[in-house]
Nanobody, 121 residues
Framework: QVQLVESGGGLVQAGGSLRLSCAASERTFSTYSMGWFRQAPGKTREFVAA????????YYADSVKGRFTISRDNAKNTVYLQMNSLKPEDTAVYYC??????????????WGQGTQVTVSS
């Protein structure tokens, strides 16, 4: 079972930035698309961003477009999420997962522990 380990979260003021990382244990990481998701208290988990295996194509939820940037380093089996101009409504636990790029649905049933992002107003 592939392991996904998210890190980089924290407490930041509105307008600030954070960079999240997700390290995957699978050797075939470089062959598939990856995505970021988030879950705010009392809400269902939602799609945030996706990136194809090559890094050439990305896709974002409307709520983060222009503020977040997804990237990957296949040599390190790691995907990143640069988050700028953070808003209080970005507060959530952030998770990564393998993703079906065209449907934005997660592929794996299991999730990592996630990383908490809290944005204060």
């Amino acid at each position: 079972q592939v392991q996904l380990v998210e890190s980089g979260g924290g407490l930041v003021q509105a307008g600030g930035s954070l960079r999240l990382s997700c390290a995957a244990s699978e050797r075939t990481f470089s062959t598939y698309s990856m995505g970021w998701f988030r879950q705010a208290p009392g809400k269902t988990r939602e799609f945030v961003a996706a990136i194809r295996w090559s890094g050439e194509s990305t896709y974002y939820a409307d709520s983060v477009k222009g503020r977040f940037t997804i990237s990957r380093d296949n040599a390190k089996n790691t995907v990143y999420l640069q988050m700028n101009s953070l808003k209080p409504e970005d507060t959530a636990v952030y998770y990564c997962n393998r993703i079906a790029f065209t449907t934005r649905n997660p592929v794996y049933d299991h999730w990592g522990q996630g990383t908490q992002v809290t944005v204060s107003s």
